[in-house]
């Protein structure tokens, strides 16, 4: 009697059946990953900003990126600054770069008020942004 070696061609079928099903459920959650790293990603370089944005105010200059201490672009976005030393308003925003499509091109902007102080406003999906961080910023 000749023994078996190897698999039968019912047995590669279900384990590339089961490969394919956890890859169609895998992918999808991996993507949505991704896309929040991006997004997390760019809100650190921003909020890394504050500071010097906040010390340029008080010595009363407009902020700009090299005042704050920033560079555009980076690996995650690319930054802009905004501020009036006057009315005491400014911004830091974030156009994430090289990412997922639901968050390709979008934006992320911490916005300061003088009464206010800061708060981020984003266009991502709720899903994809983090907490805090909204549609309308507040």
């Not at 190897?6 to 490969?19: D, S």
């Amino acid at each position: 009697m000749m023994r078996q070696k190897g698999f039968t061609l019912i047995e590669l079928l279900i384990v590339v059946a089961i490969i394919g099903i956890l890859a169609t459920i895998g992918l999808p959650m991996y993507t949505k990953h991704q896309a929040k790293a991006k997004f997390t990603a760019g809100l650190a370089e921003i909020s890394a900003l504050k500071a010097g944005f906040e010390d340029t105010f008080n010595q009363g200059a407009v902020p700009t990126l090299a005042l704050i201490g920033g560079t555009s672009p980076t690996a995650n976005c690319v930054i802009t600054v905004a501020g009036d030393v006057a009315s005491g308003a400014g911004s830091i925003a974030c156009e994430i770069l090289d990412a997922p499509a639901p968050v390709q091109g979008k934006t992320i902007t911490l916005i300061r008020s003088a009464t206010d102080g800061w708060k981020c406003a984003t266009t991502v999906e709720e899903q994809y942004a983090a907490k805090g961080c909204t549609a309308d910023g507040a």
